[in-house]
């Protein structure tokens, strides 16, 4: 299948392929996705190509016929890219390449390209960098080096142009050193959280493009960067948000997730993404009106279970229910989904509603204990940190006055460690 779209910018072909484990419903979905990615990064789809194959060729990916296919049409149009939807091995690479006569990069290396050119701060900055070299790490190959001095723009941002001729030590080196600074980050990150105690976190997380960013401008007054497009937010930003004229707490927007995220850009955000894990509870926001939410609910909890954050108490917020034509599907979500609320961010609608469905779930989890215990007892106060979160610790003579807030599941637990049977 080829369908000529348009013709402008650094001009691409993007290629799927469908077996029996994926088939040409969900290839095209993928493909769908894989052309706003292009977008976002500053191509221009022009045509777009699937291939139904029982496994994929290990020397090309896709079959010797496809890859002919492709290459007329690379010449008739004069195309000087090709994006793949998965992951290429640096063999694939530098056969496609060699046959194709152009720039061949994978779903990897594009998210990549765009975490480079989004990178605003020094912290993403540093991630992205690490990202990109143990991308890069196992690709190495003569062949980049002929292309990085032929062919600029999507694929070759960072150090990806800088490195290419710096062998395997020399990265390992480097990816060492970046390593080391985003442990430093990491724990400058934990001081700063040490600070945000006296208050409740949530963390937004979900599918990029969601609407996160707008909904915590909303809910806190901000001026949070927005945009239509995919990883529109790198940098986590932590606002302020009144639930009631009383109650405050601090919400965080995180970077967005997607489908087949590269595992080593998850771990290199790790520090970012353990404003997650530390948050008492999320707000998973899903585009409702996306054909494909339910997948993206998948991706979005697949991310969290590898990061550990899967049991965490969760709200289901289902936004942009304005974009909706068909608004039965809500009462099937609200069966499924027992902590779930319907709002738009974009029009304001039932903004309340999550305020009290927010304030209902922390009532429903957590609870605040004060519990004195002597200052000799280092072992139970250890014991304590882990059973729950101390809000205080006030020294008075021997005793030590922790204020913690716990989880009601973990109540017994804490009872069982200061009065043990």
């Known amino acids: 299948m080829i369908e000529l779209e348009g013709m402008d910018k650094e001009r691409c072909i993007i290629v ?211 945009e239509n497009r995919l990883f529109a937010t790198l940098d986590p930003t932590t606002r302020l948000v009144p639930l009631t004229p009383s109650v405050q707490m601090l919400m965080t927007d995180t970077v967005g997730f997607i489908r087949k995220l590269p595992h080593h850009l998850v771990a290199s955000f790790k520090s970012t993404l353990e404003e997650v894990t530390e948050a008492d509870l999320l707000l998973h926001v899903v585009d409702v009106s996306s054909p494909t939410f339910e997948e993206q609910i998948k991706v979005v909890k697949e991310t969290l279970t590898e990061l550990g954050a899967d049991d965490k108490p969760t709200l289901m917020v289902f936004n942009k229910i304005d974009l909706l034509n068909d608004r039965t599907i809500l009462q099937t979500l609200a069966d499924e989904y027992p902590h779930r609320v319907f709002i738009s961010a974009m029009r304001g609608i039932n903004i309340l509603g999550l305020k009290d469905e927010v304030l209902l779930l922390l009532k429903k989890e957590f609870v605040e204990e004060t519990i004195r215990v002597r200052q000799d007892q280092q072992k139970l106060i250890s014991q304590l940190h882990s059973a729950g979160e101390v809000l205080e610790r006030i020294y008075e003579d021997e005793e030590v006055v922790l204020r913690m807030r716990i989880r009601r599941k973990d109540r017994e637990r804490v009872e069982s460690l200061i009065h043990p049977k």
């Open 16 to 226: 799927g392929v469908s077996t029996r484990a994926v088939g040409r419903v969900e290839t095209e979905e993928y493909l769908n996705e894989l052309a706003l990615l292009a977008d976002t990064a500053g191509a221009d789809v022009v045509a777009r190509m699937s291939q139904d194959r029982d496994r994929i060729d290990s020397a090309t990916f896709i079959g010797k016929g496809k890859v002919e296919e492709i290459h007329k049409l690379i010449l008739e149009q004069t195309i000087p890219m090709v994006i793949f939807d998965d992951d290429l091995s640096a063999v694939q690479v530098r056969n496609l390449e060699r046959i194709l006569e152009c720039k061949v990069i994978d779903r990897s290396g594009l998210i990549l390209d765009i975490f480079a050119s989004r990178a605003k701060s020094n912290e993403a900055k540093t991630q992205v960098e690490l990202a990109q070299l143990q991308y890069m790490l196992p690709r190495l190959t003569r062949q980049w080096t002929h292309l990085s001095k032929q062919f600029g723009g999507i694929g070759t941002k960072g150090p990806g142009e800088t490195q290419i001729e710096t062998d395997r030590r020399m990265i390992r080196s480097r990816i060492s050193i970046l390593k080391e600074k985003l442990e430093r980050i990491s724990q400058q990150r934990s001081t700063q959280r040490k600070g945000r105690l006296h208050h409740t976190r949530a963390a937004l997380v979900g599918y990029t493009n969601t609407g996160k960013s707008t909904l915590l401008n909303l809910l806190s007054g901000s001026d949070v960067f927005v």
